[in-house]
């Protein structure tokens, strides 16, 4: 399971090279899971990587880019509107 935060203006930024280390090493090892916590609105939401390699080929998925210290590294920024949300302290179903 891959634990990142979010934020409903920021939406989520998945580092592009930290998604393929994931992809192409521990998924071929065993299925891996996101889990989004957004602590803004105490919501999370787990997405299964073959979800999430399907929202990435979305219309609504955007590029861009970090500032790392001598380079830049891309990322897809998603919108939290792409997700079904779940508050904090609810049950919770996972695929």
């Excluded at 602590?39 to 861009?64: A, C, E, W, Y």
């Excluded at 990322?75 to 049950?91: A, S, V």
Aim: charged share 25%; with cysteine; hydrophobic share 40%.
């Amino acid at each position: 399971m891959e634990v990142q935060g979010c934020s409903p203006r920021a939406g989520i930024k998945l580092k592009i090279e930290k998604y393929v280390a994931i992809e192409t090493a521990w998924h071929t090892v065993m299925p891996v899971l996101y889990f989004f916590w957004d602590s803004s609105r105490n919501m999370f939401v787990t997405v299964p990587l073959q979800d999430l390699n399907k929202l990435i080929k979305s219309d609504q998925t955007t590029l861009g880019t970090f500032k790392d210290p001598g380079i830049e590294k891309p990322y897809w920024q998603l919108k939290t509107n792409m997700f079904e949300w779940t508050h904090d302290g609810e049950e919770a179903g996972m695929a």
